[in-house]
């Protein structure tokens, strides 16, 4: 009798093939991965480091961001950290300060500020030119020269270093790029003097490339030029920057003009014919001057004698002495004693007294830097009565014509109400 088509061996092949399969089918849903102790540390330290780095990154860029949104210090007293500290020569020393939170500081190219410091359980004010530049305000530097037996010059050297904490205050001086408008410059400077120049220079050449610049600073030797190698970096970078020296004692130099890879050079002090050499278009360009007070006057006469149109001349310095003060029309003034009023403050102060010993003899708080009528710090305002004064340098004829004066230059010729 035939079938219809079933085989019995077809159908124990099949059924085992599907007995296999069921096989493979309960191993696959079986067998599980196994434990290891390792892995998992692996694991677990992988998103670790993850996590880590994540709130690092955050970290510095707010950091950043803090930096991008920092207020402005623009004028006062304020707390700074001293962050780096260098040699420029044998016997200068930089210092870069920073805020103790971040802030952009905001001066005028040429202004100085003045350190308030203890020394020896006293309280000292000295100022110094800012040797940077507020085209990059994140910081600022000063740049001090030792002085021999300089009290506060010693001080910073020797006792200020990397994490300090310094009070300053300022900044001051009208002796800079912007109160003082030039087409064409001539920065003339000798020893520390090249502190504002240099500051004006790296002002002009970040924000205003092209800047007509010549630049001629008195050295006694090579090794005593202060950021010479900046000062190079800058004349290579630019044509427009003619950067020269005349230096004191120098072996290698020859007579005349010495020409260098960035600079020219010449041996022996300024003259106007040394001048001339080396800036032969002097006379067209506005000057302006810092230095020690010998060259700063022995600059000021070759100057004058040349027929250089003075208005364009222009000077900073710490160390100048006061002028003689004018003399009063009321001769009886000169004879009697009138009343300072500094607020519930009331001091007489005799002929020969300036309202400076007045405040400080009521012991009320004053910066007085230079005590010669130069730096500015001590400027106050004179609500009434009258004074004569022999400095007002630094004071615009806005501020003299609001009343102001410089405590340490003037001297009052009826009772006075001061305004500090």
Known sequence: MSSSGFSFSAALSAAQSTKDDNKKSVAKVTAAPSFSMSGALAATAKKTAEVTTTAETKKSLNANQLLLNADEWQRGEVQLRCTEKWHETHDVVSFRFQGLTPVKFNYKPGQFITFKLEIEGEIVYRSYTMSSSPSRPYSIVVTVKRI??????????????????ITLVGPDGAFNLVDIEAEKYLFLSAGSGITPMYSMSRWLLDTKVGSDIAFVHSARTDEDIIFADSLGAMAYRSAQFQLSYLLENADELVEGVNHTGNDSRILGRIDIEKLQALVPDFMSRTIFVCGPEPYMVSVKSLIEASGFEMKNFHQESFTGAAKSPQSCTNTA???????????????????????????????????AACRSGVCGACKCQVISGTTESSSTMTLTAEEIAAGYVLACSTKITSDVSLKM
């Not at 506060?152 to 904490?165: E, P």
């Open 148 to 165: 021999a037996g300089g009290k506060v010059s010693n001080f910073l050297a020797d006792k200020v270093n990397q994490g300090d904490i």
């Open 333 to 367: 003034a000169k004879a009697s004693n009138f009343m300072l009023s500094i607020n519930d403050k009331k001091v007489a102060l005799s002929a020969e007294q300036t309202l400076l010993d007045g405040i400080e003899s009521e012991g009320l708080p004053i910066i």
